[in-house]
C-alpha cells in the first residue's frame, strides 16, 4: 500500500499513542483497574485493539495469527508494566503492522474474499472495520481517562477531516 493510503491507520496509531501517555507512568495501577463493571480494563482494551489490528492484518497478508497469541499473553500486553513499557510494546506492535500492510497492493483492496467466518469481504472493508473497532475501544480507554479525572489527548478531528474520512 502507498504512503498515503496508510494515512488514517497512521492518524489511529498516533491518537492511540496519545491516549496511552495520557496515562502517568507513576500511576500504572491505572491500567488495571475496573472503575465500571464488566468495562475491560485500559489495560485490556489496548491488548485487543494492538490483537484485533493485527489478527486483520495477518488475515489480509496470509499469514498466520495464531503466532500473535504468545505476543498478547505476555508482559506488557496481559499484566505487568506501565505507560512507557505500553508505549514501547505499542511501537513494536506498529512497526509489524507496517511492515505486513506494505505487502498489500492497491489493486487487490477491493476483491472479495471469504473470511474465516464464511462472510465475503474486501481487503478494503476488512481495514475500515479494524478502524472502527479502534476508535471504538479508543473510547472506552478516554471514558476511564475522564473516570480517572486525567485530561484526555485531543480529538484528531482536523486529521481525520484532511483524509476525507
Not at 70 to 95: K, V
Not at 120 to 137: A, F, I, Q
Amino acid at each position: 500500500m502507498s504512503r498515503m493510503e496508510l494515512r488514517p491507520f497512521g492518524v489511529a496509531t498516533a491518537h492511540t499513542a496519545a491516549v496511552i501517555r495520557a496515562v502517568p507512568d507513576v500511576e500504572f495501577r491505572l491500567w488495571d483497574l475496573h472503575p465500571v463493571p464488566h468495562l475491560k480494563t485500559m489495560r485490556e482494551q489496548l491488548a485487543h485493539i494492538a490483537l484485533i489490528r493485527e489478527s486483520i492484518i495477518c488475515t489480509l497478508t496470509n499469514r498466520d495469527p495464531e503466532a500473535l497469541k504468545a505476543i498478547f499473553d505476555a508482559e506488557p500486553w496481559s499484566d505487568g508494566g506501565g505507560t512507557a513499557d505500553l508505549l514501547q510494546a505499542w511501537d513494536l506492535h506498529t512497526r509489524r503492522c507496517q511492515i505486513m500492510l506494505a505487502d498489500l497492493h492497491t489493486a487487490d483492496l477491493g476483491k472479495p474474499f471469504q473470511t474465516e467466518f464464511g462472510n465475503v469481504s474486501t481487503p478494503e472493508n476488512y481495514l475500515r472495520l479494524m478502524l472502527l473497532e479502534e476508535t471504538h475501544h479508543r473510547a472506552q480507554m478516554i471514558l476511564m481517562l475522564r473516570l480517572f479525572h486525567l485530561e484526555t489527548p485531543d480529538f484528531p478531528g482536523r486529521a481525520w477531516a484532511e483524509l476525507n474520512m
